[in-house]
Every structure is written in structure tokens, then in C-alpha cells.
């Protein structure tokens, strides 16, 4: 709806582990060690170096339980490829790939900075 800023600073997830991935119908969401969580309504992607692993829509849910091997692990980086997509790396060479969809309707938020994309 927003696009995701060039500039986007994102508090609390460098150098934390994701700790939970909570589940709901219509969300993903990743709770991170320091608190801070990104809910995310749109396409989800996962990779692992260059091959992808699992996504997530909401019509389909996961196509894979390789998602699951995003836990316990840190967030080395993370930066914004276009306005549309958010990356966010991690240790062992995982990347979660975070996509803004709808011209219509909110994607992505992030707390606890209550950044609405």
C-alpha cells in the first residue's frame, strides 16, 4: 500500500534470533528476541543461499515446513531491494524476502515502531 522506504530503519532485530512465527488465517507473524515483531499479510519467500525454500500467501499458506528453520536463527542485515520488497538476512545463509503486494490494502507492520506498509 506504502512501499517499504529506502531508508528504512527497522529497531530491535540485528543480531536478534527469530524466536517464534506465529501463525493466524490472514498473518505470518516474527516475533524476534528483543520483542520487536514484523506481521506480514502479503507474499513471504525464504531462501536458503540461492535456492528458495518456502513461501507464503494467504490463498495457499506454506508451501513447505522449511520455514521452520528460520528459528533460533540472527538477523546479520537486512536492507530494501525496491519499494516493494524488504530482505532480511540472516545467520547460515537464510534470507526472508518480504514483499508489499496490494495497492489496496496494508502488508507489512512493524512493531513496536508501528510502521504500517
Known amino acids: 500500500m506504502y512501499g517499504f522506504a529506502k531508508d528504512l530503519k ?10 517464534q512465527i506465529r501463525m493466524g488465517r490472514y ?7 528483543s520483542g520487536s515483531c514484523i506481521a506480514v499479510q502479503s507474499l513471504i519467500e525464504v531462501f536458503h543461499g540461492d535456492e528458495l525454500i ?6 495457499v ?38 514483499h508489499d503486494n496490494s495497492e489496496q490494502f496494508e502488508s507489512v507492520q512493524i512493531y513496536p ?4 506498509i
Do not use: K, M
Not at 527497522?10 to 524466536?19: A, N
Not at 498473518?27 to 528476541?33: A, E, K, P, S
Not at 515502531?113 to 504500517?116: A, D, E, L, P, S
Open 27 to 33: 498473518d505470518v507473524q516474527f516475533l524476534f528476541g
Open 61 to 98: 499458506n506454506w508451501t513447505s515446513s522449511n520455514f521452520q528453520r528460520l528459528l533460533n536463527v540472527s538477523v546479520t542485515s537486512y536492507s530494501v531491494i525496491d519499494e516493494r520488497v524488504l530482505e532480511i538476512c540472516l545467520s547460515e545463509e537464510f534470507r526472508l524476502r518480504l
Open 10 to 19: 527497522i529497531e530491535g532485530i540485528l543480531g536478534e534470533e527469530i524466536r
Open 113 to 116: 515502531q508501528h510502521i504500517v
Open 54 to 59: 518456502a513461501t507464503w500467501y494467504e490463498d
